[in-house]
């Protein structure tokens, strides 16, 4: 059975950081394509990163590039997200996402919700201003 399973969400002030991890069971992540995405209430899912399998190219949406970063860990079977400058805007549930048929991380990835597998339970995030 494929799990993923995302963690270190919580609250924060505004322009602290954190890092949010998302771990697979079932499955080898580095034969994956990861995605992150966010959603607030009242609003629709927002796709925010990626990082592709094989050559863990990565991609970042307007609204995060210069402040999130992806990386992946292979050897623990998880993709983290670093999250730093965080506004009270980025206050979301935050998703992990997983696919192997897409090969390559774009806006494009990171907008066919449709094209990931599998996908984790979310992990909140509440910023304070």
């Known amino acids: 059975q494929v799990q993923l399973v995302e963690s270190g969400g919580g609250l924060v002030q505004s322009g602290n950081s954190l890092t949010l991890a998302c771990k697979a069971s079932?499955?080898?992540?580095?034969?994956?394509?990861v995605g992150w995405f966010r959603q607030a209430p009242g609003n629709q899912r927002e796709g925010l990163s990626c990082i592709s399998r094989g050559d863990d190219s990565t991609y970042y949406s307007s609204s995060v590039k210069g402040r999130f970063t992806i990386s992946r860990a292979s050897a623990e079977n998880t993709v983290y997200l670093q999250m730093n400058s965080l506004k009270p805007e980025d206050a979301a549930f935050y998703y992990c996402?997983?696919?192997?048929?897409?090969?390559?991380?774009?806006?494009?990835?990171?907008?066919?919700?449709?094209?990931?597998?599998?996908w984790g339970q979310g992990t909140r995030v509440t910023v304070t201003s």
């Open positions: 079932g499955i080898a992540l580095k034969h994956y394509t």
């Open positions: 996402t997983a696919t192997p048929r897409l090969g390559y991380c774009s806006e494009t990835s990171v907008s066919r919700t449709a094209e990931y597998d599998y």
